[in-house]
């Protein structure tokens, strides 16, 4: 990696391999020239943009007035309380490139070299802020806010990870998010997501490998139905897929090939099945927090120690069941510590809304198997 500025930056590390290829451009303080003349080393840099790699680095320069087709993003790292100082110079990023009558015969036909650009921020919730601020200053006239930032999410769609995949935020979500730090349609995909729960073939053995566990598993809705037979097809028929692959390889005929994926697809498919079913098992906590007062306990404290007659209740599960499957793994305490704190917070933000203060001064807030303080 090669940088204009002479100093050696974090991306040009041994380690930090993808990077090597980019050359990094200081356009900031006095050497890098007044308004547009920092320009053109910018533009020199890049060329025409089809075999170079570069990014470009600002305290203020060229974020207002300036066109450089090819930049495709731009990283937010700074605090811009202004929506539309924030806009001048996330719009950088939107001018087209596109080549027209790229072969020389065809005057009406174009090339759209650069089909989306993106805005990455550090701080999602200031940003979403500023996109609400900014939408409903576009349309001040309207006495529904929410249509307000529709209209400009139309044009500028606001993506979220939501621990799995990425998803597009409505107006609604948006403005939750700037208002409470979440919405309410982000942290229910929280609980509907697949990392919430382990089901490779170590955690299907174990449970397999218990009686006590395999009668907790066909307690939960809708496992009667699969059979207990599914975990150890899932974990047979995985096992001997990955045996014949390793050991025939580019051997195998056509027709052994479409038999193994046959079997590939069958036995992912029941993994699927397992892992929905325990999904929607995790769904059900939620409303098992809503019903507890104990906020500044650990929920697994909560569950087994506290409330076991509620939990039952809600889910169907016994405390003995549950503190089972937690000790074979069957629930990700990692992700699921991510899952109970953005429902407190959540929780803690609409009471606020209606008056209601929970805790006053300093807070703990029990996640799933830990506590944290929050000021």
């Keep these: 990696m090669s940088t204009k500025s002479g100093a050696v930056p974090l991306l040009a590390e041994k380690?930090?391999?993808?990077?090597?290829?980019?050359t990094v451009l200081v356009v900031a303080g006095a050497k890098a020239g007044i308004g547009l003349d920092a320009l053109p080393p910018v533009r020199a840099a890049i060329g025409d943009g089809h075999d170079t790699?570069?990014?470009?680095?600002?305290?203020?320069?060229?974020?207002?007035?300036?066109?450089?087709k090819q930049w495709s993003a731009?990283?937010?790292?700074?605090?811009?309380?202004?929506?539309?100082?924030?806009?001048?110079?996330?719009?950088?990023?939107?001018?087209?490139?596109?080549?027209?009558?790229?072969?020389?015969d065809d005057p009406s036909r174009e090339v759209v070299l650069k089909p989306a650009c993106f805005v990455f921020d550090f701080a999602p919730t200031r940003a979403l802020r500023q996109v609400a601020d900014y939408g409903m200053g576009l349309s001040p006239e309207t006495s529904n806010p929410e249509k307000a930032v529709q209209e400009l999410?139309?044009?500028?769609p606001v993506l979220a990870y939501d621990g799995s995949n990425m998803t597009q935020v409505d107006a609604g979500g948006i403005l939750d998010i700037a208002m409470a730090g979440t919405s309410?349609?982000?942290?229910?995909?929280?609980?509907?997501?697949?990392?919430l729960v382990n089901v490779d073939n170590d955690t299907l053995r174990k449970i397999?490998?218990?009686?006590?566990?395999?009668?907790?598993?066909?307690?939960?809705?809708?496992?009667?139905?699969?059979g207990s037979a599914i975990f150890e097809t899932v974990v047979n028929k995985s096992e001997a897929v990955r045996a014949a692959k390793k050991d025939r390889g580019e051997d195998m005929s056509a027709t052994e090939k479409k038999e193994l994926s046959e079997e590939e697809k069958d036995y992912k498919s029941k993994r699927k099945q397992?892992?929905?079913?325990?999904v929607k098992f995790a769904t059900?906590?939620?409303?098992?927090?809503?019903?507890?007062?104990?906020?500044?306990?650990?929920?697994?404290?909560?569950?087994?120690?506290?409330?076991?007659?509620l939990f039952k209740a809600v889910t169907g599960l016994t405390v003995d069941d549950f503190h089972l499957l937690v000790e074979l793994g069957v629930f990700n305490a990692t992700h699921m510590n991510q899952a109970v704190f953005a429902f407190r917070r959540y929780e803690d933000a609409s009471l606020s809304y209606t008056g209601i203060e929970s805790h006053k001064g300093l807070r703990r807030y029990g996640l799933y198997d830990t506590v944290v303080a929050v000021v």
């Excluded at 380690?15 to 980019?22: E, I």
């Excluded at 790699?53 to 450089?68: A, D, H, M, P, R």
């Excluded at 990283?75 to 719009?91: H, I």
């Excluded at 309410?184 to 990392?195: D, G, H, P, V, Y």
Aim: charge should be neutral.
């Design 284 to 309: 059900r906590i939620p409303a098992f927090m809503y019903l507890t007062d104990y906020r500044e306990n650990t929920l697994r404290d909560v569950i087994t120690k506290l409330e076991p007659g």
């Design 184 to 195: 309410a349609t982000l942290l229910a995909r929280k609980w509907e997501s697949a990392i």
């Design 274 to 278: 397992i892992q929905e079913k325990l």
């Design 153 to 156: 999410v139309n044009f500028l």
């Design 74 to 104: 731009i990283l937010m790292l700074r605090n811009l309380d202004s929506p539309e100082t924030y806009f001048q110079a996330a719009f950088r990023v939107q001018s087209p490139w596109a080549i027209k009558n790229p072969d020389g």
């Design 53 to 68: 790699k570069t990014i470009t680095l600002s305290c203020g320069k060229l974020t207002t007035g300036v066109t450089v």
């Design 15 to 22: 380690q930090n391999v993808f990077w090597h290829d980019y």
């Design 208 to 226: 397999m490998g218990s009686d006590a566990a395999m009668a907790a598993v066909m307690n939960i809705e809708g496992f009667r139905a699969l």
